[in-house]
């Protein structure tokens, strides 16, 4: 594995970027490793590019360094892309990043074809943070770098829930801990908090979501016009894929929310059979084993039923065996 304090020897800029519509993980790795590229390097100039998440994370030291591509030509001695699955989701940092010879990424999504020209990708671990602990000397990572990596590692884990949660993730979430994290207060202001909104589109969702594959899938979406009754955004439609999945007795659960005309954003997450991230390679999107997402024209109903399709094959499948 990588470390960071070779590949930073000689090198004068830094950009630092994650993936378009950036969760917990996207910004806990940005802003994590801008910490320790600050308290380590302070000759480096580090930039973090990334499209303005939620002001939830705004309790992160360094939150107020993300920034935005604002159409100015730049170039740097080096690109690290983090938790991002393929260039073109870096957004509007590609352009950065085709501008940059030395590029590096850092991701756990087992779709990642590699796209740098140095490639960190290692589909087991929980998140990107948890390898960028990894890379880092852990007697250099300050309290507010932790903070941001913790973080990361709580929201990839479902707060330490999901199947991808291992020993080794655990013992580098108590390292961190160690470092002074308060993590009580991250946990619960940037997992757990909804708005009055939030809470609003969410049980729309639960109220209005229906079972499929004979009970083992469950399904809800919400509409383009259904965003201004609510007064919400993408951003706060997060976590209702996952509540979806608590359902007694699902093994798959697909969230879509609509985008355009006949386009919908869909959310796959799986208990423990069915690898969702099959799913969405098929139709253009990728992921983890467990959760996945893509990008799919067409009506609801013929999403629905093309998803399902795949899916009932694999629950087929593992059913005959």
Not at 39 to 59: G, H, R, T, V
Not at 200 to 227: P, T
Not at 229 to 257: C, H, N, R, W
């Amino acid at each position: 594995m990588m470390q960071f304090e070779k590949e930073l020897q000689g090198v004068r800029t830094v950009a630092i970027a994650g993936h378009i519509r950036p969760d917990g993980d996207s910004v806990g790795a940005c802003v994590g490793l801008w910490n320790y590229i600050r308290d380590n390097f302070p000759q480096i100039e580090a930039d973090i590019w990334l499209e303005q998440p939620s002001e939830k994370y705004a309790l992160l030291e360094g939150y107020e360094a993300i920034r935005r591509p604002d159409g100015q030509e730049r170039k740097y001695d080096l690109f690290i892309a983090v938790d991002c699955a393929a260039r073109d989701r870096l957004g509007e940092a590609e352009e950065y990043f085709n501008r940059t010879e030395k590029t590096v990424c850092v991701d756990h999504h087992i779709s990642n074809p590699g796209y740098a020209s140095i490639n960190e990708i290692y589909p087991e671990a929980s998140s990107t943070c948890e390898i960028l602990v990894k890379m880092m000397d852990p007697d250099k990572i300050s309290k507010a770098a932790a903070s941001a990596l913790y973080m990361g590692i709580a929201h990839d884990t479902g707060v330490f829930q999901y199947s991808c949660t291992s020993p080794e993730t655990m013992r580098l979430a108590a390292m961190l801990m160690e470092k002074g994290v308060a993590y009580t207060r991250l946990v619960e202001e940037t997992f757990y908090k909804r708005t009055y909104r939030q809470n609003q589109i969410l049980g729309k969702a639960l109220l209005e979501s229906m079972r499929i594959l004979d009970g083992r899938g469950i399904v809800s979406a919400v509409r383009r016009r259904e965003f201004a009754f609510f007064g919400v955004e993408p951003a706060d439609l997060e976590g209702i894929v996952s509540q979806l999945k608590m359902t007694e007795g699902v093994e798959v659960a697909i969230f879509l929310y609509e985008t355009d005309n006949l386009e919908y954003k869909v959310s796959l997450r799986s208990r423990e059979i069915v690898d969702v991230s099959e799913v969405a390679s098929y139709f253009g999107g990728g992921g983890h084993v467990r959760a996945a997402g893509v990008t799919m024209k067409g009506t609801f109903h013929d999403i629905v039923n093309n998803l399902t399709l795949h899916i009932e094959h694999q629950l087929s499948e593992k059913k005959d065996q």
